[in-house]
Nanobody
Framework: QVQLVESGGGLVQPGGSLRLSCAAS????????MGWYRQFPGKQRELVAVIGSGGGTNYADSVKGRFTISRDNAKNTVYLQMNSLKPEDTAVYYC???????????WGQGTQVTVSS
C-alpha cells in the first residue's frame, strides 16, 4: 500500500512561481520513477515531468526551461518547481509513482494550480 500526499498548489499570477511537493509513504519496494502529470478540463491526463531513481529526467516540451523536477530519496519526496507560470498551465496536477518492472502504478489525489490575474 502506497500513499502519495501532495501540497503546494494554489492560485498564482502569470509569471509567478509555485513549488509542488509529493511525499510517498507505505510499502515501497524496488526501483521507482516518480513524476508529475496534469489534466486540463475535458482532456486526457498528460505528462509534465518524470524522474527516475537515478535522477534522470524527462519533460514535456511545453514546460522545458520553466519547470524543474527533483526528488529526495531519503524523504521519499518528489518536487516540481514551476517558474514563469502561464494561464495555460492551469490544471489539476497529479503525483505519480511507478515501480519499475512491475504493474504497480500509484497516484495522488491531485492538486489544483490556477494561474490567473
Amino acid at each position: 500500500q502506497v500513499q502519495l500526499v501532495e501540497s503546494g498548489g494554489g492560485l498564482v499570477q502569470p509569471g509567478g512561481s509555485l513549488r509542488l511537493s509529493c511525499a510517498a509513504s507505505g510499502s515501497i519496494f524496488g526501483l521507482n520513477a516518480m513524476g508529475w502529470y496534469r489534466q486540463f478540463p475535458g482532456k486526457q491526463r498528460e505528462l509534465v515531468a518524470v524522474i527516475g531513481s537515478g535522477g534522470g529526467t524527462n519533460y514535456a516540451d511545453s514546460v522545458k526551461g520553466r519547470f524543474t523536477i527533483s526528488r529526495d530519496n531519503a524523504k521519499n519526496t518528489v518536487y516540481l518547481q514551476m517558474n514563469s507560470l502561464k494561464p495555460e498551465d492551469t490544471a489539476v496536477y497529479y503525483c505519480n509513482l511507478k515501480v519499475v518492472f512491475t504493474q504497480y502504478d500509484y497516484w495522488g489525489q491531485g492538486t489544483q494550480v490556477t494561474v490567473s490575474s
